[in-house]
Every structure is written in structure tokens, then in C-alpha cells.
């Protein structure tokens, strides 16, 4: 598991949402939050990053754009606070005017099958956190990403719904090389939806580990996958 990703993912999702807060020297706060699924027919957790100043005045009555960061498999909702540094990693960007203000939401992913945590964040976790929080509810302040199996659950929405999403980070994950119904679906609903997902997703980050990432060449055959569709998808290497 590697926790030198969620910087850039941060960075990437981020940066360029409009903002004129200023929190330097400021700390955020982490919730953990218990809400019922009706996809899973049981209650469940996520964490909630929420910035300085949410609740003070003037802050208080402003809205904030929104992130959903999807653990790898095997981990839960509290792998991003506890191994990935999430609060103090959005603490220093946001002080250092490098990332704007905004809430980072953590679901607990279960290593669920994509399609039905696809339905959990688009017909549970979204609702709730739009409302229950001053969220900017629309595509182009909501991004999604995830690491590993989380990669893979967050494609699902993030291709298939892309109209919902802005951002997308997808970090050492792909689409199983032998998956071979999932590339064709994938392919089918690319090439006739290329226009429109392009003018939706603002920016696609893809990340990998290098050649001995276990999910190295899942992560490449899916990126060409990708780009044979004419979709732009920025790609770097982090060895380590």
C-alpha cells in the first residue's frame, strides 16, 4: 500500500476549483460518520475531512468542493486517516494555498464488487453527504478515486457515470487483463460516449507503482484501453 499517493490525487482533483479561503495554520477535522445503506441493507461508516473554518462564521454559510477517496482492498474507511495521513496531507496543502479548501469523504468500501459499490456512493454516500453537508453538488466540484480494488470501484461511477464527476484519480488499479467482458463493455460504451466524457471529466490522473506494482499490468492495458477511445488520461510512474 503505498501512501505517497494521496498528494497528487489531492493535487490533480483540486487545484483549479475556485476558492478564496485562507486557512494557514489552521487544522481541519476528521468525522466518522454512521449512515444506513439501502444498497447493503445495513448501517455503515465512512470519514469526513472537513476544512478550518467549516463551521465558523463567515465560512460558516460557504460551500465546499468534494472528494470521494476509495481505500484498497483489505483496508477500511479509516486507512486514509490512519496510514494514508489524509487530514494532516490536506492540513498542509490547503495551509500552503496548494489545494483549495474542501471535504474529503472516506467510504468504507468492503471490497465490494464495482457495480455495487457503484450503487453505494451514487444512491447512499452522495445523498447523504449533499445532505448533510454544504457540498458544491455538481460535477464540477465532485471528483472520485481509489487505490487498488478501490481503483476499480471508483472507474465504475467515474466511467460509466462520468456525468457526475470533474476529477477522476485511479492509483495502481486496471481492469484484470483476462476481464475480457469488462473490456468489451468498457470499449462499447467508450466509443459511443467519447464527446461527452470528455467534455466531463476535467482531469483523469493514472498513477502506478513501476513494473513490480502488482497491478502494473492491469493498469496499463486498461490506460490503452482508454486512450485508444480518444480520452485523455495523465499518467505518472511512482516507484516505491
Known amino acids: 500500500m503505498r501512501t505517497n499517493y494521496l498528494p497528487v490525487i489531492l493535487l490533480l482533483g483540486l487545484l483549479v476549483l475556485l476558492s478564496t479561503h485562507n486557512v494557514k495554520g489552521n487544522e481541519g477535522t476528521v468525522h466518522t460518520i454512521t449512515y444506513h445503506s439501502t444498497t447493503q441493507n445495513t448501517e455503515c461508516n465512512m470519514n469526513v475531512y472537513l476544512p478550518y473554518g467549516y463551521d465558523l462564521p ?3 454559510a460557504s460551500s465546499y468542493p468534494v472528494f470521494y477517496l476509495i481505500h484498497g482492498g483489505g483496508e477500511n474507511y479509516r486507512h486514509w486517516v490512519n496510514s494514508g495521513h ?6 498542509d496543502f490547503i495551509a500552503s494555498d496548494i489545494a483549495v479548501p474542501m471535504i474529503l469523504v ?3 468500501g468492503k471490497d465490494l464488487a464495482a457495480d455495487v459499490f457503484c450503487n453505494e456512493l451514487l444512491y447512499d454516500i452522495i445523498p447523504y453527504i449533499e445532505s448533510n453537508y454544504r457540498v458544491k453538488a455538481d460535477r464540477e466540484h465532485r471528483g472520485v478515486g481509489g487505490l487498488s480494488w478501490g481503483g476499480l470501484q471508483a472507474m465504475e461511477p467515474g466511467i460509466f457515470h462520468y456525468e457526475l464527476f470533474g476529477y477522476m484519480a485511479i492509483l495502481s488499479s486496471g481492469w484484470f487483463t483476462t476481464d475480457n467482458a469488462t473490456y468489451a463493455r468498457a470499449r462499447d460504451f467508450l466509443s459511443t460516449h467519447q464527446d461527452d466524457l470528455l467534455s466531463s471529466v476535467r482531469y483523469w490522473y493514472f498513477s502506478q507503482g513501476g513494473p513490480s506494482d502488482i497491478a502494473y499490468e492491469n493498469g496499463k492495458v486498461t490506460m490503452a484501453t482508454i486512450r485508444e477511445a480518444g480520452i485523455t488520461v495523465h499518467y505518472w510512474e511512482h516507484p516505491g
Open 58 to 60: 463567515p465560512d460558516s
Open 86 to 91: 489524509a487530514k494532516t496531507t490536506l492540513d
Open 106 to 108: 472516506m467510504p468504507d
